[in-house]
């Protein structure tokens, strides 16, 4: 069965700190990795979206993908309180899978 | 741009009653999913609607779980009976692209079965 993990956290970080957020999947025909936010009571929000090895950044936000190693992460710099929510690892191959989601929780 | 448009967005029922939630995707969103997602975990596919045709159903529960998108835009889930078990967000989402790179979800229904 297709996996992907997360550790669900809560990760707490500093405000102005950088937070890591890592996401390993098990199908290693995946060909596309996004992550989502989602706020306490709220929907999920793409945020970030990555199809090649490597980094890519938007803003504060970088993703990271290393396909040999079937890892995914999610880099937030300068973390601000509004930074806090769950972040979502999701992996497509045929089907779009998320992960559990790992809870941030930026420190003021 | 509207969003997607989800109703209820509350519903408690008893078991082995039904219950029936109602998606209006993104204008042109041709790709409609419905997720259910368990508190503490990620939203989990339960359908994947191609216009009004079925593309993913492997996770639905055909036998108390179905789904139908008429005329290829709005779609309704309906659960018949509920189980305790089905208390969760039910996620509607829809994709600009048939193969769903992105999506855009709708603010949920949030399911309780007592």
């Known amino acids: 069965q297709k996996e992907v993990e997360q550790n669900s956290g809560p990760l707490s970080v500093p405000e102005g700190a950088i937070a890591s957020l890592n996401c390993t999947y098990s199908?290693?025909?995946?060909?596309?990795f996004f992550w989502y936010r989602q706020y306490s009571g709220k929907s999920p929000e793409l945020i970030m979206f990555i199809y090649s090895n490597g980094d890519k950044e938007d803003g504060r936000f970088t993703a990271q993908l290393n396909k040999a190693s079937q890892y995914v992460s999610l880099l937030i710099r300068d973390s601000q309180p509004s930074d806090s929510a769950t972040y979502l690892c999701a992996v497509k191959d045929d089907k779009i899978i998320f992960g559990k989601g790992t809870r941030l929780h930026i420190l003021p | 741009e509207a969003g997607v448009a989800q109703s209820p967005r509350y519903k408690i029922i008893e078991k082995r009653q039904s219950v029936a939630f109602w998606c209006n995707p993104i204008?042109?969103?041709?790709?409609l999913y419905w997720y259910q997602q368990i508190l503490g975990q990620g939203p989990k596919l339960l359908i994947q609607?191609?216009?009004?045709?079925?593309?993913?159903d492997s996770q639905l529960p055909k036998d108390r779980f179905s789904a139908e998108r008429l005329k290829g835009v709005d779609s309704t889930l309906k659960i018949q009976p509920a189980k305790l078990e089905d208390s969760a967000v039910y996620l509607c989402a829809s994709s600009p692209t048939p193969a769903g790179e992105k999506l855009f979800f709708g603010s949920g229904t949030q399911l309780s079965v007592l």
């Open positions: 609607f191609q216009n009004n045709g079925v593309v993913d």
């Open positions: 204008s042109g969103h041709a790709t």
């Open positions: 199908d290693r025909g995946s060909q596309s």
